[in-house]
Structures are given as C-alpha cells and as structure tokens.
C-alpha cells in the first residue's frame, strides 16, 4: 500500500504561514483537530499541505497519511466503505467495514485526513471516535464547515486570508492566467482593493485570477458587484463545489435547517460587527421567535457562516461580505427586507441614544468601543434615513445624536459628512431634531476650524429657535457661539457668550458632558483675561463633578487648564502630571483636538524643566498631530502662544539648525510612538533658565482673525 494517496500540488502553495504553525503545534498534542471555515477559504489546500509535510517529516516513524474526500459522499451508511477505500484495503470477508476499519488501525501510526465531512457530521463523529478509541496511533485531522464535536478535538477556525497573502496569492495566480503579469506593472491599490472586496477567500481570488485574460484587473473590480455571476470560472475536473463561489457558499446554504437558513438571510442586513441582543431584536419575529435566536445563531457559528470576535465593546458576530451577499440575494426573495431594514435602523437609533446618556457616566470607554464596533452598522441606518424623504428628521436625529463620537472620538471628518447631508434636508414638525443637528454641525465646524459654516449653521439655529421658543437649543447655540469667539481670539465676546449658556444651563436643569466642557471653555478664556484663579475654580468644579460621574472625556480638557495654571505658577512636576493623565485619556478617545493641545503644553513645561531637545521632539510630534486634526492651533494666537513661546526658548538655546532636527524627529513619530514619548517622562538634563509664567502666554500681535458681527442680545463687549 502507498504511504500516502494525498493528490499532488499543481500550483505554488501561498502564505498561511501562521496557520501552518498553529496547525502542526495542534498535530503535535491532539489526535483530533479539525480546521473549520466559510466555503472557499481554502480549508482543504490548508489540511492536505500540512499533510504532506507531515508525510514528508515522519517518514521512518509514521505508517502513512491517507485522505478521505467525503463531500460527494450522500449515504451517511457508506462513510465506512469510503475510509476502507481511503485506506486502500481490501475485504472480501463477510466482517463489517467498522471492523475491518479497527483491525487495520490497531496498531499503526497513520494520519488520516477528513475533508468535506459537515454533512455527515452525527456519523462521522461517531465513527472517528470509536477509532481513536480503538486505535491508539491513529491521529485524524479533519476539514469542514463546523466542528465534530467529538471529546478531545482540537478546533482551529481558518480566517480569511491576511491582505499581505491574499495580494500574494493573486498576484502569483495572475501570473499564470495572464503571462507577464507581475506587481510592478499594475496599479498596486486596485489589487488590494480587488482583494479587500473578495474578503480574501483564496477561492474567490483564484476565480477572479481566472476572469484576467478576458476582464482586466479594471473590468474585475467594474463587475465584482455581481460578483456571484462574475466568478463562475474554476479549473476543469475541480470538485463542483469548488468550481465557482456561487456553489461554494451555496453548500453550506443547503446544509442549513429552514431556521438557519431564514436568520442567515436576515443577518445580512447587518454591515460589519454585530452583537447578539442587536440579532435578536432585528431578526427575531414570524418563523423565529427571540427566544430561538441564540440556538440557531449557534449553529451558523458552528458552520462557519458567523464568525465570533472579541473586540473590546465584547464578544461581537460578522459575516464575511461574500456570505452577506449571498443572504441578502435570499432576503429579497422573501420579500421581508424593508421590515428588516427599518428594523435594523430602530434598534441603531436607539443605540446611539443609549451611548449618549451613558457618555455622561463611568462607562465612556465602553460607549466609544461600542461605537466604533457598531460604525459600519449606524452608516447603513445613517444611509437608510436619508435615502427616504419620510426619514429626514431620524438622519437628523441620528447625526445629532452622535455627537460625542464625531467630537469625543476623533471623528470630526465624517460627522461633518453626515450632518451636512441631513441639514439639508427639509423635515416639517421635526424641529427639534433639526435643531440638535445644526448646532452639532457648528461644533464640528468650529473644531475643524471652517468658521464659515460653523457660523452659517449657527446663526440658522439660534433663528429657528428663537421661532419655535427652543430654550435648550438656543442655550447649546450660544455655548458654540462662546466656543466659536474663544478660538477666534475674542476673549471678552467669549467669556460673556460662555457665561450666558452655562447661565441657561443651570436654569434649565441641563447637565452633560457638553454642559461641564462649556464651563472649562469659559474656564479657558479666563486664563487668557488673566483671571487664572477664576478659571482654577471653574476646573476644579468641573474635576469634583466628573469625579463624582465617572466621567473622563471632559475632565481631560479641565486637567488641560489646571495644568496650564500649574505651569504659570512654575509648579513643572504638578503640570506634567496633569498633562500625562489628559494624554492618556485623550488618547483612549482617539481625541486628537485634546491630544494635540495637551502635547503642545507638555513641550513648553518641558523647555522650562530645562530640556529644550525633548520640547523639540514633542513640539514635531504635535506638528505632525495637527496635519490630521485641521488648521494648527485653530489660527488662533492665545491657543498657540505655548508653541510660539516653547520654540522661541529652544532655539535660543539649541539653535536653529539642532531645534529644527528634533523637531524633525518628532514629526516621524505616528501617533503611538509620540504619545509614548510624551508620556516616558524623560528627565531634564540639568537646570536650565525657567520660561516665565502667564505674562509671556500673550498671544503675538497680530492682526484681528475675521469674526462675525454680534447679533442682537449677544452682549458684544
């Protein structure tokens, strides 16, 4: 008998390094492992590799490797008959195959490989567990769409193909449908994107490899909507389920309960991660109460259609965009998806509802990861209410509603992409919604530093609620409006605007994350008035009231004025503290407006520790910070007087050319490196002539940034 009956390979195995190893260190101490996965992502290529090395490795201490390929198999009575053929006996004795299976495995070190075994999972399981009951030498490895579920089994889930390998098996089988065809020679960004948008599923890839000579890698990416049409194009004499995606995916479609296959449908109305209380409320209904909803979604985890990942908002579900497609084709077929979709739309509205109560609490850190979790999934609600005149006011809502992510978590760009859309919109007696979204689109605005818009959207707002006696909106109104004055140098307008809305505020009974930030805004133009014991005061209540609520977001920005004051009082250790404890939480938001002013800050304590050097590396890394925020320092020459007055010292004290090469330093740090830096705490050198307190924080004179004109009751001072 051959050692091995595993088929040769035609083509050059690519990547998978890493599941390689993982799978030959599971060889190494399980006798059963069973790799498992979505169809085409290259399970059997994966098993049969590993295989043959470990053919070619075990030579002299291994009775062989032999592979059973069941997936044309029906007849769960002839899988014994089939390992007997795998094994290449022959029995003309009356004895049943089991038996004659157990004999021959008795007493031989064999690995015996199961491929295409999750149709006839019940009987499979029991089979291989009576022998490697019965055969102590024998391992098995197994390859399927869900595990056996035998005592003992080792389960190694194969994922998609990283970008790096999936590019590198493209490009290698591109190379033989196309002869020529090489890296450099096409444009590298469309055949990552191509890769990206076959979920690198090496069966998809090889498909699409195959489609070159007639398409082009243009025509491929033009088409791959369709992709289930396009790709239909496999080697002759492959498996049928192999030969086009369609039959692929469409295999474990057929190996689905009616239940599965209904919740499989209604699950592609989800974009990206999912969690479990979010499935049961859209896809539970007719034919599949709530309360079976975990069971079957069991099962779809178990066949690979669902994919579990542990992110840090917790343990969240995703199906690939290949799979999505081929349920959303059957969603349509049932006719039942616009009551999912609006389904999908209610329970993400609400979650955005939900994470804006909870951002004014202890639980920030979990509303931005469930928020960034949950992003793909808002953009497609985002979508849906904006694509339906009906709908205005819920985009409105919704893009309002989001506020803390857009400003809270760095998301400033695509905020302002969908409250742009939905102002626009006319959205007859939903004015408050609308209001919410035009004052919110001038805090964005502000912060991105386009006064012009953040004027225009402000100045509609304050209108349309003075017309409908909206008091909370015009309260947040002329809060941006103070915040609007204090980037843009006028102090005075700001302290009284500020002072007014946090006025109204506290008559309103409003407090929020939005409510406390106004008052460290009002604490930021007393200390550029002079008034630092004012605004000490200020940031100190804001501090005891975050403390008391858990809240971290705005008490970042009051240590960012407490440590301004420290400063001024020459108090360097006492602000660097402050400062390291405002970077950390800044940086767990992915608030790149509050990062880059508390890095800026840090640079100028540290020039006045005595460490010009450092200060230059760090006035670089924010530099660089301020590229991705917007315009630097907002134009404004009070919020940039700590970098001017920083760079004056150390180039006083390096010299231009040595300033200019730390500085430089700085700027090739990424985000983490530079926030790393800022908090290592690198000692000064030696002492070194202080910088003076609040008099040198006087802005440089300058011309007066444009402004609006006050409007009617502003008080303009």
Partial sequence: MRRSNLPAELNRFVGRDRELADLAGLLADFRLVTVVGVGGVGKTRLVTHAAAAVAAQAKRSCDGVRLAELATLRDPGLLEYALVEALGLTDHTSRPPREVLVEHLADRRLLLVLDGFEHLVEACATLVRELLRRAPGLTVLAAGRRPLRVRGEAVLPLAPMSDEDAVRLFLDRAAAAVPGFRAGGRDPAAVRELCRRLDGIPLALELAAGRLPALGLDGLLHRLDDRFQLLTCGDRGEPERHRTLRLAIGWSHELCTPEERLLWARLSVFAGQFDLEAVEYVCGGPELPAERVLDVLAELLAQSVVLREDTAAGVRYRMLD????????????????????????????????????????PKQAEVAACADSALPNLRAALERCLDEPEEAH????????????????????????????????????????????????????????????????????????????????????????????????????????????????????????????????LAMAKVFLGDLEGAVALCEEVREVCEERGEQWTRAYALYVLAHAAWTREEHGEARRLLGECITIDHTFHDLVGLVLAVELLALVTASEGDPAEAAVLQGAAARMWEAVGLPLFGSGHFGAPRALCERRAVELLGAERFRSYEAEGRALDLDAAVARALSGRPAPSARPSLRGVQALRPPRRRPAASPAPRPGEGQV
């Fill in 322 to 361: 290949t799979v999505r497609a081929y349920g959303a084709e059957w969603l349509a077929e049932l006719g039942d998806e616009d009551r999912l979709r609006r389904r999908h739309r209610d329970w993400y509205l609400g979650l955005a509802a939900w994470c804006e109560l909870d951002w004014f609490g």
């Fill in 394 to 521: 819920l985009a409105q809502h919704l893009a309002g509603t989001l506020w803390f992510y857009w400003v809270g978590c760095g998301r400033l760009a695509e905020g302002r992409h969908w409250l742009d859309r939905a102002v626009v919109l006319e959205s007859p007696g939903h004015d408050r919604a609308r209001l919410k979204a035009l004052w919110v689109l001038g805090y964005v605005a502000i912060l991105q530093g386009d006064n012009t818009a953040a004027v225009a959207a402000l100045y509609a707002c304050e209108e349309d609620a003075a017309r409908t006696g909206d008091a909370l909106a015009a309260a947040y109104t002329t809060h941006r409006m103070g915040c609007l004055a204090l980037l843009s140098d006028e102090m005075p307008r700001a302290e009284v605007l500020l002072a007014r809305a946090v006025s109204a505020y506290r008559e309103l009974g409003e407090l929020n994350s939005q409510v406390l930030m106004g008052r460290v805004e």
